[in-house]
């Protein structure tokens, strides 16, 4: 077998080759070899063995010169046994490393499982959280609907007692209502002297009161002076003298600090009743009664009244000013 580094030598048992004494390897790196040969014909330059104008050297020098090859060779064989160690300890390295790289890729595709695993088992943690957000939120909502549900019978039922206690209220207000007109006129005189009118009673039938109006008669006739945000106001000068001359009979009230009438507005209605300086006389009962039915006035003896039923009114159209759309009702 040839050598693999000057192809001119045979290869010995030791895989030596005759010729350039470069060991021979079957696995020899191709980088080695290269590098072998190499340095194999830089020395044969050197030594000019292949120069023909050259004398061949005695036996002796040449001897040397081949034996001194021989030690170079020798050192050089070592070196590159040296390398090929390396070499070898570098695949050991290499064997090494990609079987630290085996067990990582082994260790990152068991981590891989692991969180592909954890992801899964997560969205199915997801899953049953929707599942059970949705069914608490139907839970709620029915819960609420029924407590709703509660709620307005209840308030349907409170509001049913509260209409059947109004309605016994008013009744017992129209007793006690027709009661006190029988005692009133039972203890009317039924003549009048030479100086004194009896005030004509105005033919206005009651009206069924509400609650907030029973509640203004009570505040009014005990405690005048509870009642505020009042609007003072009196009849305009043009709607007295309308009616003086029997042109309309519409009452036309405006704000009038120094008037003989409150306004005040309750639950939606405007309700008109006598201010605390109204004081009745025969030159203004006339007008007075144009907007209160005065029972049981006596002209020169009736002074002290009490509010039976409050006048209702509404604003006018320009906003400045309220008409009367139903007389009220004092009682002396």
């Not at 050297?57 to 090929?84: A, M, R, V, W, Y």
């Not at 997560?122 to 049953?128: A, F, G, N, P, R």
């Not at 949705?134 to 509260?162: C, G, N, P, W, Y």
């Not at 009118?197 to 005048?224: F, G, V």
Request: proline share 4%; hydrophobic share 30%.
């Amino acid at each position: 077998m040839k050598c693999l580094i000057c192809d001119y030598g045979l290869i010995d048992e030791k895989n030596i080759c005759s010729d350039c004494k470069f060991p021979n390897h079957p696995n020899m790196p191709d980088d080695v070899r290269i590098w072998a040969r190499r340095m194999w014909l830089e020395k044969c330059k050197n030594d000019k063995l292949f120069d023909p104008k050259n004398s061949p050297p005695s036996p002796d020098t040449q001897f040397k010169k081949l034996e001194e090859n021989q030690n170079k060779q020798t050192e050089k064989i070592k070196t590159l046994e040296q390398i090929i160690k390396k070499s070898e300890a570098r695949g050991d390295v290499v064997k090494k490393m990609n079987e630290e790289l085996k067990k990582t890729i082994v260790g990152v595709q068991e981590n891989k499982k692991k969180i592909e695993s954890d992801a899964q088992e997560t969205l199915e943690i997801k899953s049953q959280l929707s599942t059970l957000e949705t069914t608490v939120e139907q839970k709620l909502v029915a819960l609420l609907d029924e407590k709703i549900a509660t709620f307005q019978e209840e308030r349907s039922q409170t509001q049913k007692q509260i209409e059947d206690l109004s309605a016994e209220l008013s009744e017992v207000w129209k007793f006690l209502k027709a009661k006190q007109e029988i005692s009133t006129y039972s203890n009317s005189p039924t003549t009048s002297s030479s100086n004194q009118e009896a005030t004509p009673i105005k033919t206005s039938s009651d009206r069924e009161l509400s609650w907030q109006e029973h509640q203004l008669i009570e505040k009014y006739n005990k405690k005048k002076e509870s009642l505020v945000d009042c609007i003072t106001v009196s009849e305009t000068k043009q709607s007295t003298e309308d009616r003086r001359l029997g042109k309309s009979q519409t009452v036309i009230l405006e704000e009038n600090r120094r008037g003989n009438y409150w306004i005040v507005e309750q639950e939606g209605m405007t309700y008109l009743i006598p201010s605390d300086n109204l004081r009745l006389n025969e030159y203004n009962y006339k007008t007075v009664e144009a907007v209160f039915e005065c029972r049981g006035y006596q002209i020169n003896i009736s002074s002290n009244f009490k509010l039976k039923q409050p006048a209702i009114v509404k604003q006018t159209t320009d906003g400045m000013n309220w008409q009367l759309k139903k007389p009220g009702i004092l009682e002396f």
